[in-house]
């Protein structure tokens, strides 16, 4: 019975320890139980854990970094748009052409541009 009860209590005791040491566990804690004392003498137990370590920043002025350049071969672009071309439109897609046509004898690509005359 004296058991069960360690076993119920050891989670509070974990979390409680966790949060009063105020680090930040990694990975599954290891428990060491020692055998269950006798009534009246201390119960000892040792949990391991791995912990984050504390991250310090380094000298980082004046350090500098190469731009990595991509290189895309024509080839690329042209499956990519002839992808997009073939694939389904979805809701909220747009597409934009060209059209020409005459309302009331002006052209629509200007009213289309915004021309107001």
């Known amino acids: 019975m004296l058991d069960q009860a360690v076993r119920d209590s050891l989670g509070a005791w974990y979390a409680e320890a966790i949060r009063d040491s105020q680090i930040v566990p990694v990975g599954d804690p290891q428990l060491d139980l020692s ?34 350049e991509t290189a ?3 080839q690329q672009i042209d499956q990519e748009i002839e992808g997009v071309r073939e694939r ?30």
Do not use: H, M, N
């Not at 791995?50 to 000298?59: E, T, W």
């Open 88 to 117: 389904p439109g979805k809701a909220g897609d747009r597409r934009a052409r060209g059209r020409r046509g005459r309302l009331r004898g002006d052209r629509l690509r200007r009213l289309a541009a915004g021309a107001t005359d």
């Open 72 to 74: 895309v071969e024509e």
């Open 35 to 68: 055998d269950l004392p006798s009534e009246g003498e201390r119960l000892e137990f040792s949990i391991e854990i791995g912990v984050l370590p504390k991250a310090q920043l380094g000298d980082y002025d004046g350090l500098e970094v190469p731009r990595r």
